[in-house]
């Protein structure tokens, strides 16, 4: 499985979550906002998700709930 796809499956599952628990997020926002948690790191991630407009705390406690979905680097930097 590809980088790309792992990230895919990773997001669709994340914004089925969200959903599912009520958050509102437009699927470009949630995919850009997911990419910085890719790109960052959950732990660098977690910084800015105070100051950032779309759910990025609730996003990364369901990335936390389901290990192994996202690919190094975004579990451990």
């Known amino acids: 499985e590809s980088r790309a796809q792992q990230f895919e499956t ?3 599952l994340v914004h089925a979550e969200l959903k599912s ?3 509102i997020v437009d699927e ?3 995919y850009r906002a997911f990419a910085v948690i890719q790109t960052l790191g959950i732990d660098k ?3 800015i998700a105070p100051v950032t ?3 990025l705390e609730r996003m990364l406690e369901v990335v936390r709930a389901h290990p192994g979905i996202l690919p190094a680097p975004a579990l451990g930097r």
């Open 28 to 30: 470009e926002t949630f």
């Open 45 to 47: 991630a977690e910084k």
């Open 10 to 12: 990773a997001a669709s």
């Open 21 to 23: 628990s009520g958050v």
């Open 53 to 55: 407009k779309v759910p």
